[in-house]
């Protein structure tokens, strides 16, 4: 079914056909009901932006400053994380540099060049290692201390359902409940200085929607994906929920939709652990040296003995 006589952009899995002007507002208010729904703003925030110059980063980022505009006391600063991803990262801070230009919105990056002394091509040439367990550990580590720096009261981040379906799908294939427990809207199981506050604006907007909001509304005109990505567990994770999605429609919603109804308990089973801080570092840690220094260590012994 057509919303209207305008040329569709989009068929939503309800089968509902809709043009450009009709999804950009249902993609909005989505994302306004979501950020209500789940209280993921106060009044008040002096509110960080992960952005990688891809096409949820911008998209959230664009939302969050509109919502800025109508709430002046919401103030956005925009942190991008370089990981040295010759020929993908490279290309993605560009366009992230060249959207906060346009839009006169503070751009922080830190690398891990210059924080680690290596950038991820050089560590992956070094260390035998999937390349995202390491990446996805150096860039958490980074976001959080440096949003502390900054004194952010909250990161936005761009992960969308098809994010959230994929890491529950993954943590219940490794047996990590726990990891599971801090997923959600609102990141983390307890309120701690040590951590910044991560929320997820497009928490119900699934991949397609997303990537359709950021090509007709023009924030991206050309689309880049990691060479790293195939390599991933999540990668295969996510063909098979994108090949479920297709045969059984509305499949990526259930996933979120029931996990939402069971993650309060989940939340309150774990919140009990006590945070622990790294020993080396000081930053937050589920164990006595946290998993960045842990690495950090590695690197430099096997560069040592080279
Ligand atoms: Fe890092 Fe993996 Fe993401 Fe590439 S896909 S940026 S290697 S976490
Ligand atoms: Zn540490």
Redesign the pocket.
Known sequence: MNCCNEKPVIELYSGEKLCKNHFTYYFQNKVFKTIRQFELLGKEENLGVAL?GGKDSLTVLHLLIRLSQQNPKIKINAIAID?G?KG??DKTLEKAKEFCNQNNIKLNIFSYKEEFGLT?DEMLEILDIK??SI??IF?RYLLNKKSKELKLTKLATGHNLDDECQSILMNQLKNSIEASARLGPKVGLIHDDKFVQRIKPLYLCTEKEVTTYAFVNGLLDEFN?????P??F?AQVRDMLNSMEQKFPGTKYSIVNSFLQILPLLKQQFKGEALKVCLKCNEPSANDVCNTCVYLEKLKRKIEVR
């Open positions: 990688s990981e991803i993908y990262r991820l390349p995202c990446c996805g860039r994906e990691c060479p790293n990505v390599q991933s999540r």
